[in-house]
């Protein structure tokens, strides 16, 4: 199957700070990449979609200043996390859809904001 | 109501069992059923997907759908401790290739004993 990557898989950093994730489909072109969000025990959380060369599209409830989406090329999409706050740590998991529509998943980012 | 509801576990089962993993969905306008497999700490995995109603086998897993009931399955034969992960099943309206997303359960957490 298609592999998708994510880095780095796992990021501290301190409370005001900004981090950036990225997200690659590594043997296909993605038009189309999608951030979750994942807590504990819990199901997948869409937070955006991400269409390569156009603003993503945010869900309801999610912050657009807050989580910065680039989808800068076909195998690309970067999530930056900016000013993060201990409530934003989470595990952030990107897919990315690949031309005959099938989601691929990348390995996840675990991210802790102390 | 959820959309997509499932039970969240854990299911403990000895090596060798048949493992029957369920979630039910309340919006008529899906039509394609897919199933996750998420080990600890990393991003889901497909494992399978159907489309409509009926049956699909692929070695030792069994994927059902009956849409009559808004209820789908995933079967898993002779299981292995290495099938121990969270199964998510996730549904999406329209065709394949729609834009509609991907609505995800909360996940079944398995764990299958040597």
């Known amino acids: 199957g298609a592999v998708v990557s994510q880095h780095p898989s796992r990021v501290i950093c301190k409370s005001g700070t900004s981090v950036k994730i990225e997200c690659r489909s590594l043997d296909f072109q993605a038009t189309t990449m999608f951030w979750y969000r994942q807590f504990p025990k819990q199901s997948l959380m869409l937070m955006a979609t991400?269409?390569?060369?156009?603003?993503?599209?945010?869900e309801q409830g999610v912050e657009k200043d807050k989580f910065l989406i680039n989808h800068a090329s076909l195998t690309l999409s970067t999530l930056t996390v900016t000013s993060a706050h201990p409530e934003d740590s989470s595990f952030y998991i990107c897919?990315?859809?690949?031309?005959?529509?099938?989601?691929?998943f990348g390995p996840g980012t675990r991210l802790t904001v102390t | 109501q959820k959309e997509v509801e499932q039970d969240p576990g854990p299911l403990s089962v000895p090596e060798g069992a048949i493992v029957s993993l369920n979630c039910t969905y309340s919006n008529s306008a899906f039509q394609y059923f897919m199933w996750y497999r998420q080990y600890s700490r990393k991003g889901p995995e497909l494992l399978m997907y159907t489309y409509s109603s009926g049956n699909k086998e692929d070695g030792r897993f069994t994927a059902q759908v009956d849409k009559s009931s808004k209820y789908i399955s995933l079967f898993i034969r002779d299981s292995q401790p290495s099938d121990s992960a969270t199964y998510l099943c996730?549904?999406?309206?329209?065709?394949?290739?729609?834009?509609?997303?991907?609505?995800f359960g909360s996940g079944t957490r398995l764990l299958v004993r040597p």
């Open positions: 897919s990315a859809r690949d031309p005959d529509y099938e989601q691929y």
């Open positions: 991400s269409n390569e060369g156009s603003k993503a599209t945010y």
């Open positions: 996730a549904m999406k309206k329209g065709s394949m290739d729609s834009s509609y997303k991907l609505i």
